[in-house]
C-alpha cells in the first residue's frame, strides 16, 4: 500500500525514494489528468512534462503533511497536487500573456479546471480506430469538439475521471466532493448523454463503455 510504505520509511531520504518511485507508478494517470485540462491557449508554453515536473517537487515539498495527516488515498492526493499546479501554473502563464497583450483575459476558466473539449476530443481520438489522413483527422478532430462543447462543463468532468482517467466510482465520489451513489448516478447520466451527442459526428466509430 502505497501509504504503508511511506509511514515505513526511516528517514527523509527513504521517504523522497519511495515518494520517486510511486509518482513513476502513477505518471500515466497524471499525465491523462493535465492532458484533458491543459488551456488549450497555453500549450505552446506550457507542456504536460512540465506540470508533471513542477508537481513533483511539489509533493516532495508536502509529502510531510500529507503523512502527518493521511486521511485520503495517496494517488488521489497526488492527484490534488497536481491539479493545484496545474491551475497555478496556468494562472501564471495566463497572467504573462495577459501583460504581454496589454489587453484583460479572463481567468476564471482556469481555476475551475473543467476538462476542455479539446482534451476530450484528443483522448477519444486516441482511444479509437483514427483515419490515416491527416485532413480527416483534423476535421474529426474539430467536430469531435465541438461535440464536446454542447456538454455541460461537469458532465465532461465525470466522463473525464471515469473513462479517461480510469477512476473508479469511490475514487470519482472524492474528487467531486459527493457521495459514491451520487457520482454513479451522475456518470451514468453524463455517459448517455455523451453517448447521444457522439452518435451525431460522422466518422465515430466506437462507442464509450
Do not use: N
Not at 456518470?187 to 462507442?207: D, F, H, N, Q, S
Amino acid at each position: 500500500m502505497d501509504t504503508g510504505r511511506l509511514m515505513e520509511a526511516k528517514s527523509p531520504e527513504e521517504r523522497k525514494c519511495i515518494l520517486a518511485d510511486l509518482f513513476l507508478g502513477h505518471r500515466d494517470r497524471l499525465e491523462a489528468m493535465v492532458r484533458l485540462r491543459l488551456a488549450p491557449r497555453l500549450k505552446a508554453r506550457l507542456s504536460t512534462s512540465d506540470v508533471l515536473q513542477e508537481s513533483y517537487l511539489e509533493a516532495q515539498k508536502r509529502l510531510d503533511e500529507y503523512i502527518g495527516a493521511g486521511t485520503m488515498p495517496f494517488y488521489l492526493w497526488l492527484r490534488r497536487v497536481t491539479a493545484l499546479k496545474l491551475i497555478e501554473l496556468q494562472r501564471h502563464h495566463l497572467a504573462t500573456e495577459k501583460r504581454a497583450a496589454g489587453k484583460e483575459i479572463p481567468i476564471e476558466h482556469v481555476a475551475t479546471l473543467h476538462a476542455t473539449s479539446e482534451g476530450m476530443a484528443v483522448s477519444l481520438l486516441a482511444q479509437g480506430p483514427s483515419p490515416s489522413e491527416e485532413a480527416v483527422q483534423v476535421e474529426l478532430k474539430a467536430a469531435l469538439e465541438a461535440a464536446f462543447e454542447r456538454m455541460e462543463p461537469i458532465d465532461r468532468d465525470v466522463i473525464a475521471l471515469r473513462h479517461f482517467e480510469r477512476l473508479t466510482a469511490p475514487e470519482t465520489a472524492e474528487v467531486l466532493g459527493i457521495k459514491e451513489e451520487a457520482a454513479q448516478k451522475r456518470y451514468l447520466r453524463a455517459l448517455k448523454k455523451m453517448r447521444a451527442i457522439l452518435a451525431t459526428v460522422p466518422g465515430i466509430e466506437w462507442e464509450l463503455k
